[in-house]
Nanobody, 114 residues
Framework: QVQLVESGGGLVQPGGSLRLSCAAS????????MAWYRQAPGKQCELVDF???????KYVDSVKGRFTISRDNAKNTVYLQMNSLKPEDTAVYYC????????WGQGTQVTVSS
């Protein structure tokens, strides 16, 4: 079992930046890839991006050029640097394994509003 704790969310104005963190504990040695997901109000959860153990990354088109996923294996932590934030980025952000998800953390709320 892997336990996940997301942090770093908050209220930011359009065009602003946030850095999310995801600390993993438990059976982390078996994790091949990690991803960030988000769920906006009234919408389904969507995959935002993922990073493999070899640091290959991929992003959904709507965040390309604005978001950067990275990982620190020594700290078992995955990060999401979000720049040029837009109101449509407002959502609860979760991290999880990829492609097969495990137990979800509590998520972290990101609100982009003026």
């Amino acid at each position: 079992q892997v336990q996940l704790v997301e942090s770093g969310g908050g209220l930011v104005q359009p065009g602003g930046s946030l850095r999310l963190s995801c600390a993993a504990s438990g059976s982390t040695s078996r994790i091949i890839a990690m991803a960030w997901y988000r769920q906006a109000p009234g919408k389904q959860c969507e995959l935002v991006d993922f990073i493999t153990s070899g640091d290959t990354t991929k992003y959904v088109d709507s965040v390309k050029g604005r978001f950067t996923i990275s990982r620190d294996n020594a700290k078992n932590t995955v990060y999401l640097q979000m720049n040029s934030l837009k109101p449509e980025d407002t959502a609860v952000y979760y991290c999880n394994k990829f492609p097969l998800v495990g137990s979800w953390g509590q998520g972290t709320q990101v609100t982009v509003s003026s």
